[in-house]
T-cell receptor, first 115, second 115 residues
Framework: SQKIEQNSEALNIQEGKTATLTCNYT??????LQWYRQDPGRGPVFLLL?????KEKRKERLKVTFDTTLKQSLFHITASQPADSATYLC??????????????FGKGTHLIIQP | GAVVSQHPSWVICKSGTSVKIECRSL??????MFWYRQFPKQSLMLMAT?????????EQGVEKDKFLINHASLTLSTLTVTSAHPEDSSFYIC???????????FGPGTRLTVT
């Protein structure tokens, strides 16, 4: 079955440093991979989408890489700020038998940026 | 742009009653809407996919007669939890996708507590 693993449940980073989060997957070849931010008691907020034929994508202080050979995506936040503290979710598209193409999510990494 | 709302944000109901949750895309037309469920400390799990005017497609293990989904327009989908039981208590989150786009925009979620 499809499996997504995010490197750690919690990650503590000092303010100003680069935070790097890892997402590994098995038994699947996704057409694209997405990263979301989720704050406690709230729905996920879309951050970035990267396709299987793309190696890297950037948006302001965010950068995502996608290595389909390693089956891994890295998510970087540069010049991290305490406001970046949240849970970050990695998600892949599902292709179920019913034709649905929702998302399957990793458990997330709780990022804490310390002042 | 791409704002999704949910109503209510939280609801408490008695065991055996039914609860309806609304999901609306406020500034775009959503060809597809998705319903997810999230238990404490767990990741989001896809329950079903709905396309406007079509029957919903349910993920394996999700009872379609218990979780009724209606997607009557391009901006509104509803999830009705019928004959709710305490084990149905969870955080229900909807998402919407524009036609031709892959990223999903999530609502703020609905906290359901069944007593």
């Amino acid at each position: 079955s499809q499996k997504i693993e995010q490197n750690s449940e919690a990650l503590n980073i000092q303010e100003g440093k680069t935070a790097t989060l890892t997402c590994n997957y098995t038994n699947y070849s996704p057409a694209y991979l997405q990263w979301y931010r989720q704050d406690p008691g709230r729905g996920p907020v879309f951050l970035l989408l990267i396709r299987e034929n793309e190696k890297e994508k950037r948006k302001e202080r965010l950068k995502v890489t996608f290595d389909t050979t390693l089956k891994q995506s890295l998510f970087h936040i540069t010049a991290s700020q305490p406001a970046d503290s949240a849970t970050y979710l990695c998600a892949l598209d599902i292709k179920s038998g019913g034709g649905a193409d929702g998302l399957t999510f990793g458990k997330g990494t709780h990022l804490i940026i310390q002042p | 742009g791409a704002v999704v709302s949910q109503h209510p944000s939280w609801v408490i109901c008695k065991s055996g009653t039914s609860v309806k949750i609304e999901c609306r895309s406020l500034d775009f037309q959503a060809t597809t809407m998705f319903w997810y469920r999230q238990f404490p400390k767990q990741s989001l799990m896809l329950m079903a996919t709905s396309n406007e005017g079509s029957k919903a497609t349910y993920e394996q293990g999700v009872e379609k007669d218990k979780f009724l989904i209606n997607h009557a327009s391009l901006t509104l989908s509803t999830l009705t939890v019928t004959s709710a039981h305490p084990e149905d208590s969870s955080f229900y989150i909807c998402s919407a996708r524009r036609g031709g786009r892959d990223e999903q925009y999530f609502g703020p979620g609905t906290r359901l507590t069944v007593t």
